[in-house]
C-alpha cells in the first residue's frame, strides 16, 4: 500500500464547475496536509495547507481533513481553465524526524471550455 | 521576496560524470529539503537540513549522492559518477520553521544522464 495515495485522473470538470480531489493516507500518526498545484514544466507550488480536522477555505478553495478516516481532500469551487494542472496531496508524517513530507503521485485537473 | 533559486535549471551529464546542483534557500528558512522527481511522479524525499545540520538523509538513493549545507544557507548536492537511472528533476525546498511549516519549492534542476 502506497503511503499517499491519489487518483492519478484525469479530472475533467467544465469551467464553473466544482473540482473535488481526494487523497487517503496510511500513517495514522501524520500531523499536517499539503496540496501543491503543479503544471507542465514547472515546480510544485503550495495552494493550501491543513493541520485540523474539518475544513479550511481560503478563496476558491477548501480543504477538508477527516484524520479518523486518513482522508484529506481539495475543492476548487468556480473552476477556470487555468485551474488545469496535476495536483499534489503531501503528508508530513512522525517518522524520520516528521520533517519530510511524502507525495502522492498527484491527480491531473482539466477544466474544459 | 525572492524565493527558493536552484541553479543550473539544466543539466546534461554523461554517465560517470559528477554534478553539483546549487539551491538558495528563501533568505531566513532555517530548514532546507532535496526531492527528486520523476516523469508522472510525485517529488521523494531525499534529504534534510536544518541550518548547517543534516538531520535525516534517508532517501539518498545510495552513497554516490551527498549534500551539504555548510553556512545554513546555500546547499549543494552532489552525485557521483552519474548513471541513467540518476535523470529526473531534483527540487529544493524551505521552510522558515526548525520542524513543521510549510515547505516552498524552487524551480528545480532537470538533470539528464547520457
Known amino acids: 500500500q502506497k503511503e499517499v495515495e491519489q487518483n492519478s485522473g484525469p479530472l475533467s470538470v467544465p469551467e464553473g464547475a466544482i473540482a473535488s480531489l481526494n487523497c487517503t493516507y496510511s500513517?495514522?500518526?501524520?500531523?499536517?496536509f499539503f496540496w501543491y498545484r503543479q503544471y507542465s514544466g514547472k515546480s510544485p507550488e503550495l495552494i493550501m495547507f491543513i493541520y485540523s480536522n474539518g475544513d479550511k477555505e481560503d478563496g476558491r478553495f477548501t480543504a477538508q481533513l477527516n484524520k479518523a478516516s486518513q482522508y484529506v481532500s481539495l475543492l476548487i469551487r468556480d473552476s477556470q481553465p487555468s485551474d488545469s494542472a496535476t495536483y499534489l496531496c503531501?503528508?508530513?508524517?512522525?517518522?524520520?524526524?516528521?520533517?519530510?513530507?511524502?507525495f502522492g503521485t498527484g491527480t491531473q485537473l482539466k477544466v474544459e471550455l | 521576496g525572492a524565493g527558493v533559486s536552484q541553479s543550473p535549471r539544466y543539466k546534461v551529464a554523461k554517465r560517470g560524470q559528477d554534478v553539483a546542483l546549487r539551491c538558495d534557500p528563501i533568505?531566513?528558512?532555517?530548514?532546507l529539503f532535496w526531492y527528486q522527481q520523476a516523469l508522472g511522479q510525485g517529488p521523494e524525499f531525499l534529504t534534510y537540513f536544518q541550518n548547517e545540520a543534516q538531520l535525516d538523509k534517508s532517501g539518498l538513493p545510495s552513497d554516490r549522492f551527498f549534500a551539504e549545507r555548510p553556512e545554513g544557507s546555500v546547499s549543494t548536492l552532489k552525485i557521483q559518477r552519474t548513471q541513467q537511472e540518476d535523470s529526473a528533476v531534483y527540487l529544493c525546498?524551505?521552510?522558515?520553521?526548525?520542524?513543521?511549516?510549510?515547505?516552498?519549492f524552487g524551480p528545480g534542476t532537470r538533470l539528464t544522464v547520457t
Open positions: 500513517d495514522r500518526g501524520s500531523q499536517s
Open positions: 525546498a524551505s521552510s522558515y520553521r526548525a520542524f513543521a511549516g510549510e515547505q516552498y
Open positions: 503531501a503528508v508530513r508524517g512522525v517518522t524520520g524526524g516528521g520533517n519530510k513530507l511524502t
Open positions: 533568505s531566513g528558512h532555517v530548514s
